[in-house]
């Protein structure tokens, strides 16, 4: 399980989707991308469904998404993402008071349970006090992270000594 904290879009693509009976469908999916604006995650979203899209699409919405950070799982069964809201309790050093702050993650797991049970593990290792307010699947289908071009063409140095 690792995190990522980032600038997140979530964007809606429209297309024609060949069904299972082989008719043809408009469809319209929700993904997240990481970018550093509106432009750049339409470009993001047109670079990576174009890999996956054959035919016309468009983007229909960009809109910035809530997440303070994003939970990756590496289990192969992690196919969904959950909305998860949690809050952080802290106590306030001047009146002594219990202070309640609410933060938004995106949880990739394969259940609701795997979700909350990855959301334990990554805040585990933290010393916060918190509290998982909600946790709901969502629309999702993807979420595509930001690659350096470099770490993308190619893993290797440039050159070696």
Not at 64 to 73: K, L, N, Q, V
């Amino acid at each position: 399980m690792r995190s990522r904290t980032a600038t997140w879009f979530e964007c809606k693509i429209r297309y024609e989707k060949t069904m299972e009976d082989g008719l043809q469908k408009k469809v319209t999916e929700s993904y997240a991308v990481d970018a550093l604006s509106f432009s750049e995650a339409e470009e993001r979203i047109i670079e990576e469904m174009s890999s996956y899209i054959s035919g016309e699409f468009n983007v229909v919405d960009i809109k910035m998404a809530p997440y303070g950070e994003i939970f990756f799982s590496e289990q192969e069964l992690a196919d969904r993402w959950y909305k998860a809201k949690l809050q952080f309790i802290t106590i306030d050093e001047k009146t002594e008071k219990e202070k309640r702050s609410n933060v938004t993650y995106l949880v990739q797991a394969g259940t609701l349970n795997g979700a909350v049970k990855n959301i334990d593990e990554v805040m585990g290792g933290t010393m916060i006090d918190y509290a998982i307010v909600s946790v709901a699947e969502t629309t999702l289908m993807d979420v595509f992270e930001h690659v350096a071009k470099s770490a993308k063409a190619n893993d290797k140095p440039e050159f070696e000594a």
